[in-house]
């Protein structure tokens, strides 16, 4: 089970940080990833981070603005969201997957419930 926390109303330029806790005793297991869904619009790829912590993708529109960790300890993600802009409006949804590669793509395993982000002034 996955579950994501820390959304709400953010002014543009401001920053805000996701979490996500996962609910499993083999956490080091599983890739994490993050992706958004605005009103409308196809679920988009935001970041993901390996189980192995080599490898750390972003997406093109978040690049150099967003930021992914994981805790193993605390079985948690994040996502450090700075700069944001009306644009990074969405749902944003946490997941999970066994493979090292999941890729960019909705076809990881797992799936949390999503929580609002909102830029605005």
């Known amino acids: 089970q996955l579950q994501a926390s820390g959304g709400g109303l953010v002014q543009p330029g401001g920053s805000s940080r996701l979490s996500c806790a996962a609910s499993t005793r083999t956490f080091t297991g599983y890739s994490m990833g993050w992706f958004r869904q605005a009103p409308g619009k196809e679920r988009e790829f935001v970041a993901s981070?390996?189980?192995?912590?080599?490898?750390?993708y972003y997406g093109r529109s978040v690049k150099g603005r967003f930021t992914m960790s994981r805790d193993n300890a605390k079985n948690t993600v994040y996502l450090q969201m700075d700069s944001l802009k009306p644009e990074d409006t969405a749902v944003y949804y946490c997941?999970?997957?066994?493979?090292?590669?999941?890729?960019?793509?909705?076809?990881?395993?797992?799936w949390g419930q999503g929580t609002q982000v909102t830029v605005s002034s």
């Open positions: 997941a999970a997957d066994e493979r090292e590669r999941p890729g960019t793509t909705s076809s990881w395993v797992y």
């Open positions: 981070i390996s189980r192995s912590e080599r490898l750390i």
